[in-house]
């Protein structure tokens, strides 16, 4: 595909500088996210994690500009974030294609919106997309008449054809049974190694994120806070097999300590709703360590 | 993935072939029950043996079908009903969008809305009957209400229910507001606006039959009446089974409107 949109893999840069954010009002106000900050390198993948409810959501509003920080900054490429934009594209937790456009139509929305192609080249770059992730033969379809794998594929293509300059991706594979979240993550890092577009990707699963991640950000639990960066060093393409290997063990087993202390830690100051939240969340994680 | 769409092919196949079973028990019960009618009739069983027998009520249509009267009445309610739906979909649906799209519009328009929408269109028949200069406008008014109210809270309901993710995706996408009202809230509401009409529709020929028993002196509903009045009963049946199909032919065309706006919700 031509990257014809406002992205190349040297662009996307996004530096998020101890931002706050805080939902409900008077004695109810709580604070989500406080002085979080991390970087977005350019063409890396990013992987956010933290256990459910801890505001990785809120974190991804905010980096597209659909709600507003409190204190800090967001910019990209220098640039302030401010409110949405196309450089920025969301895959939502849930699919949020428009159910009542066919899949051509959903994919081809972000170019036609920004106009000045003509529609049978956007058809064309469409296609291919949809193609490459197996959907060729539904391009006339009603994301109602698409399997659950089907729907998350078509909105990677459609967030990717705009070429952004970072992607974002709020748990994307959740609730999908095991094999196709598998082939969903083959998909998804194929398309992220051949288009290196700028990438942030939530989730609550370990092993997805060292797979996935050239960068691991750990998030405490509320309010959230960045806990621990790490670097993930293992060679692209990634493989399937390297699940196995002795980094990738080390990686996880670093990982998981982090985790483990940050439950403990919650166990110690946090609510009792807090605890059995964290400790749910990472409960299996831990049985397997 | 080809397996899928097999299934889905050979599921529509198995739901029509069930429409044609249940169309031919449908066909069975009304000839069944329209033998029992007679029977009743002619054995004079209490109750049920009081309304005039399907073959008193034929012969009684043979007559009355070619008379301008009867098809007159037809087209004055059908006239009613539309004139009073169209009317009522024409104000309904901006008055709806735009409560359900500024909170100004909700906040002035929602306490007016609520007062009124208890009121059955049936009570306003004295009034309108007293304002409008022509009783067929009192009638097309009462049959508007009827329909109004339902319009303008299901688009309420439907804009206000509309996933905050698709407008902020179109943000994204760089849909500008333009774009996200006819691409996005419009389509959106849509499946409300079709439930909405549908009901509309239903209470519409309930408002104008009865409105037109009591303030009019034409249409199906007055055809009733004076058939009532005047000791007519086979024409009193006649009546009621025109309105019957009368109200299925207006909910059958609503329906195929309907399956044609919103052609995403047919297939699942
Ligand atoms: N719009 C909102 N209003 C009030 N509270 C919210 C809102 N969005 C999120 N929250 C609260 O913020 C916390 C973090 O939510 P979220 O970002 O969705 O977590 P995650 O995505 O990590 O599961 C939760 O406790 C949630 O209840
Ligand atoms: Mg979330």
Known sequence: METKGNGNAASGRMVIDSISKSYGMGPLRQKVIQDCSFTLEPGKLTVLIGPSGCGKTTIINLLAGYEEIETGSISIDGKPVKGPGGDRLVVFQETALFPWMTLMQNVTFGPRMRGGRNSREIEGDALSLLQKVGL??????????????????????????????????????????????????????????????????????????????????????????????????????????????????????????????????AFSTGTATCVADFLEAYSEIEEKK | MSGRNKNSNSLGKLGKSIFNISFYRGVVAIIASLIFWEFAARVHLPVIGMIPAPSAVAGSLSSLIFTGYYWESWYVSFERVFSGFVMAQIIGIPVG??????????????????????????????????????????????????????????????????????????????????????????????????????????????????????????????????????????????????????????????????????PWLKII
């Open chain 1, 136 to 265: 060729g033969d539904f391009r006339d379809k009603y994301p109602t008449q698409l399997s659950g794998g089907m729907q998350r594929r078509a909105e990677l293509v459609r967030a990717l054809i705009n070429s952004p300059r970072v992607m974002m991706m709020d748990e994307p594979f959740r609730g999908l049974d095991a094999m196709t979240r598998e082939l969903m993550q083959e998909y998804y890092i194929r398309l992220f190694e051949e288009h290196r577009i700028t990438n942030l990707f939530v989730t609550s699963e370990i092993e997805e994120a060292i797979f996935l991640a050239d960068r691991l950000v750990i998030m405490s639990y509320r309010p959230a806070q960045v806990r621990t960066v790490m670097e993930i060093n293992l060679p692209r393409p990634r493989e399937f097999s390297m699940l196995t290997s002795k980094e990738y063990l080390q990686y996880k087993k670093d990982a998981l300590e982090i985790l483990h202390e940050e439950a403990m830690k």
């Open chain 2, 97 to 262: 969008l735009l409560m359900g799209m500024s909170r100004k519009f909700r906040d002035l328009g929602f306490p007016i809305l609520e007062v009124l929408r208890p009121i059955p269109p049936l009570a306003w028949v004295p009034a309108s009957v007293i304002f409008w200069p022509t009783p067929q406008m009192s009638m097309v008014f009462v049959t508007f209400l009827g329909a109004f109210f339902t319009t303008v809270l299901n688009i309420l309901g439907g804009v206000s229910n509309i996933d905050i993710r698709y407008i902020r995706s179109a943000r994204s996408f760089g849909a500008s507001n333009k774009d996200i009202f006819w691409r996005i809230v419009l389509p959106a509401t849509l499946p409300s606006l079709c439930t909405g009409m549908t009901v509309g529709m239903g209470i519409t020929w309930e408002v104008v039959v009865a409105a037109e028993m009591i303030a009019s002196r034409s249409g199906l509903g007055f055809l009733t009446w004076r058939s009532y009045v005047a000791g007519d009963y086979p024409v009193i049946v006649i009546g009621m089974i025109s309105i019957g199909i009368a109200g299925y032919i207006s909910s059958s065309i609503i329906r195929l409107l309907s399956g044609r706006a919103t």
